[in-house]
């Protein structure tokens, strides 16, 4: 009903910067939240950023000053521009979304995640 695809992962250097983005398809009448979230082997999944329909963002600690979420309401897009990026960055990125179907129902989803790997 609803896909999430992310791209733009990779392998970067410490000091680098990668632009991760999310795309939203399906029976979408909009897009309430869409958030970052990531995950490093043997760790818990965690909180990287959030921005609700509105515009305002909230930033785990470790990525404030350095990442930036935005996104396109227009597109169904989200972003997640990550600058200074450290080693302890590296973990699979996962894009979620709360949506307001076609049908009003609110559902949350997940996209398949995108490795990001620094290298220090």
């Known amino acids: 009903q609803v896909q999430l695809v992310e791209s733009g992962g990779g392998l970067v250097q410490a000091g680098g910067s990668l632009r991760l983005s999310c795309a939203a398809s399906g029976s979408i009448f909009s897009i309430y939240t869409m958030g970052w979230y990531r995950q490093a082997p043997g760790k818990q999944r965690e909180l990287v950023a959030v921005?609700?329909?509105?515009?305002?963002?909230t930033y785990a600690d470790s990525v404030k000053g350095r990442f930036t979420i935005s996104r396109d309401n227009a597109e169904k897009t989200g972003y997640l521009q990550m600058n200074s990026l450290k080693p302890e960055d590296t973990a699979v990125y996962y894009c979620?979304?709360?949506?307001?179907?076609?049908?009003?129902?609110?559902?949350?989803?997940w996209g398949q995640g995108t490795q990001v790997t620094v290298s220090s």
């Open positions: 979620s979304a709360e949506v307001v179907l076609t049908t009003r129902a609110r559902t949350l989803h």
């Open positions: 921005i609700i329909s509105g515009g305002t963002t």
